[in-house]
């Protein structure tokens, strides 16, 4: 069973369109968020969401909305793609006190 | 805020040789460490949690310590083998910040 679970895996779209990547943990975890990782492969934190709440927003353009229905579920809707979009995008989940984090296998998203 | 430097950048090794990787941070008051592992476009995976009570942590041939006074944990990997070729990752979070990470070491083990 995979325990944070990430789709699709891969996505390739033109600029302006929009698309949405799912995310979903079957932990019991209740703290989820989604990272960034570049062209040179530096992971950054973009949003943390706590029991279907924001609570970090880290300097991103307001074309990413985060949606979370419930607190197994955290996905990202990107509107306007542009071509600095690309990157490797990371969901992933911990439980109460951060002891330890779980990542899912990324979404490799290639805006042409 | 938390800056976390890794230091080599990169490290090419032959088989069967001890290693050592090196993390260090802006903020000392370090709460949850975690290493992680990335293989080439895969995902993340976890190797080994210090938490701010503990000073260390083993799996098999990883061991992972943990100096809070000066800022820095090292992770020391026995007997490398071709298999622990991959990009290191060690990151630090609290109690209200997610995990913030260093760039990684590459390491590469030559048969």
């Known amino acids: 069973d995979t325990a944070v679970s990430q789709t699709p895996k891969y996505l390739v779209t033109q600029m302006g369109n929009d698309k949405s990547i799912k995310c979903e943990q079957n932990?019991?975890?209740?703290?989820m968020y989604w990272y960034k990782q570049d062209s040179k492969k530096f992971l950054k934190i973009m949003f943390s969401y706590n029991n279907k709440e924001l609570i970090i927003n880290e300097t991103v353009p307001n074309r990413f909305s985060p949606k979370s229905p419930d607190k197994a579920h955290l996905n990202l809707h990107i509107n306007s793609l542009e071509l600095g979009d690309s990157a490797v995008y990371f969901c992933?989940?911990?439980?109460?006190?951060?002891?330890?984090?779980?990542f899912g296998s990324g979404t490799r998203l290639t805006v042409v | 805020k938390q800056e976390v430097t890794q230091i080599p950048a990169a490290l090419s090794v032959p088989e069967g040789e001890n290693l050592v990787l090196n993390c260090s941070f802006t903020d000392s008051a370090i709460y949850n460490l975690q290493w992680f592992r990335q293989d080439p476009g895969k995902g993340l995976t976890s190797l080994l949690l210090?938490?701010?009570?503990?000073r260390e942590q083993t799996s098999g041939r990883l061991n992972a310590s943990l100096d809070k006074s000066s800022g820095r944990s090292t992770l020391y990997i026995a007997a490398s083998q071709p298999g622990d070729s991959a990009t290191y990752l060690c990151a630090d979070c609290d109690h209200n910040t997610p995990l913030v990470f260093g760039k990684g070491t590459r390491l590469s083990v030559i048969a």
């Open positions: 992933a989940s911990s439980p109460p006190g951060r002891y330890g984090y779980t």
């Open positions: 932990l019991g975890h209740d703290t």
């Open positions: 210090i938490q701010s009570s503990q």
